[in-house]
């Protein structure tokens, strides 16, 4: 079964532009609660995965970083420490459950590498569930 009518699209995800400031970065992670949130560039191109780990290794290795200049760091500069693999549009569910394993969620691009939302890693087991218990 093709991922696209598990896709959840990109104006319903929270994703963070590798313009971005560390401190935009962080609210945004508040925000959502979430610990991970997709990287894109300025051409809307997924280019990683910025995790609060890395936002917090970040803090704590870099001189003259504190909270009150936050705003003063891209997310472009900080390392990233995971890297979610992207699939295509075109593949299969059956080809999600190995990334599933690793990742929180899986990011979806186009064939130009355009970042068009994600497959979250409930949706895939909830997949795998149903095939296996029918």
Same mark, same amino acid.
Do not use: C
């Given at each position: 079964?093709?991922?696209?009518?598990?896709?959840?699209?990109?104006?319903?995800?929270?994703?963070?532009?590798?313009?971005?400031?560390?401190?935009?970065?962080?609210?945004?992670?508040?925000?959502?609660?979430?610990?991970?949130?997709?990287?894109?560039?300025?051409?809307?191109?997924?280019?990683?995965?910025?995790?609060?780990?890395?936002?917090?290794?970040?803090?704590?290795?870099?001189?003259?970083?504190?909270?009150?200049?936050?705003?003063? !760091?891209?997310?472009?500069? /900080?390392?990233?420490? #995971?890297?979610?693999?992207?699939?295509? =549009?075109?593949? +299969? *569910?059956?080809?999600?459950?190995?990334?599933?394993?690793?990742?929180?969620?899986?990011?979806? !691009?186009?064939?130009?590498? /355009?970042?068009?939302? #994600?497959?979250?890693?409930?949706?895939? =087991?909830?997949? +795998? *569930?149903?095939?296996?218990?029918?």
């Amino acid at each position: 079964m093709k991922i696209a009518s598990f896709l959840l699209p990109k104006d319903k995800v929270a994703f963070i532009t590798s313009s971005a400031s560390m401190k935009e970065a962080l609210e945004e992670l508040e925000n959502h609660y979430y610990t991970a949130l997709p990287l894109v560039d300025s051409d809307g191109k997924y280019v990683g995965t910025l995790s609060e780990g890395d936002l917090l290794w970040t803090l704590k290795n870099t001189p003259g970083i504190h909270f009150d200049n936050l705003d003063q !760091v891209q997310v472009s500069e /900080i390392e990233k420490h #995971i890297h979610n693999e992207s699939v295509s =549009i075109n593949a +299969y *569910m059956e080809d999600m459950l190995a990334l599933a394993a690793d990742q929180n969620f899986v990011p979806v !691009v186009d064939d130009d590498n /355009i970042f068009i939302g #994600i497959i979250r890693r409930k949706d895939i =087991i909830e997949y +795998y *569930m149903r095939n296996i218990t029918d």
